[in-house]
């Protein structure tokens, strides 16, 4: 909890630098960029916690990056959602199907030196016997944050935690 408080602590005063050091015609020439890809996840072996210990399964699934990235003198800001559909399938029979969506941003301010980067997870999902019939439940939150200034980390964090019901 101490640590939590002190990246809370540096984190403020150093975003606060950041935007009160824009001048105000930074808002007057932007680029945005705007993107959405899809993908599929070849199919590969993962162990899985809520399976079972050592219990190992083949993952396929397919998802959508979508965000935008805006440009200005001053930097860059970059915002994007990543959305991903999993299924596990185990060889006893089992499987495991599952929604996963990340935020993840940056903001980049080279006339003050700072840049920060950061995002959430969380993924739900759901375990099923060989006859369909659910046998339990998964959920997983990350985040994760990260500020440097003048080329030093100030500020990194990365938590993340799993329930299996």
């Given at each position: 909890?101490?640590g939590?408080?002190?990246?809370?602590?540096?984190?403020?005063?150093i975003a606060l630098?950041?935007?009160?050091?824009?001048?105000?015609?930074?808002?007057?020439q932007?680029?945005?960029?705007?993107?959405?890809?899809t993908?599929?996840?070849?199919?590969?072996?993962v162990?899985?916690?809520?399976?079972?210990?050592?219990?190992v399964?083949?993952l396929?699934?397919?998802?959508?990056?979508?965000?935008?990235?805006?440009?200005?003198?001053?930097?860059?800001?970059?915002?994007?959602?990543?959305?991903?559909?999993?299924?596990?399938?185990?060889?006893?029979?089992?499987?495991f199907?599952?929604?996963?969506?990340?935020?993840?941003?940056?903001?980049?301010?080279?006339?003050?030196?700072?840049?920060?980067?950061?995002?959430?997870?969380?993924?739900?999902?759901?375990?099923?016997?060989?006859?369909?019939?659910v046998i339990g439940?998964?959920?997983f939150?990350?985040?994760?944050?990260?500020?440097?200034?003048?080329?030093?980390v100030?500020?990194?964090?990365?938590?993340?935690?799993?329930?299996?019901?």
């Amino acid at each position: 909890m101490v640590g939590r408080r002190f990246a809370t602590l540096l984190t403020v005063p150093i975003a606060l630098a950041a935007f009160v050091a824009i001048p105000a015609s930074a808002s007057a020439q932007a680029t945005v960029d705007r993107f959405s890809e899809t993908f599929t996840a070849e199919p590969g072996e993962v162990d899985d916690t809520c399976a079972g210990d050592g219990v190992v399964g083949i993952l396929t699934g397919a998802g959508t990056f979508a965000g935008q990235q805006v440009t200005t003198n001053n930097g860059d800001h970059f915002r994007a959602t990543i959305t991903f559909h999993t299924r596990v399938d185990f060889a006893d029979g089992r499987y495991f199907i599952a929604e996963q969506y990340e935020h993840i941003g940056s903001n980049d301010n080279p006339m003050v030196g700072v840049v920060t980067f950061g995002g959430t997870l969380q993924e739900k999902g759901t375990l099923y016997d060989a006859e369909d019939t659910v046998i339990g439940h998964e959920m997983f939150h990350a985040r994760f944050r990260t500020t440097i200034v003048d080329g030093d980390v100030a500020v990194e964090f990365d938590r993340g935690f799993i329930s299996c019901r």
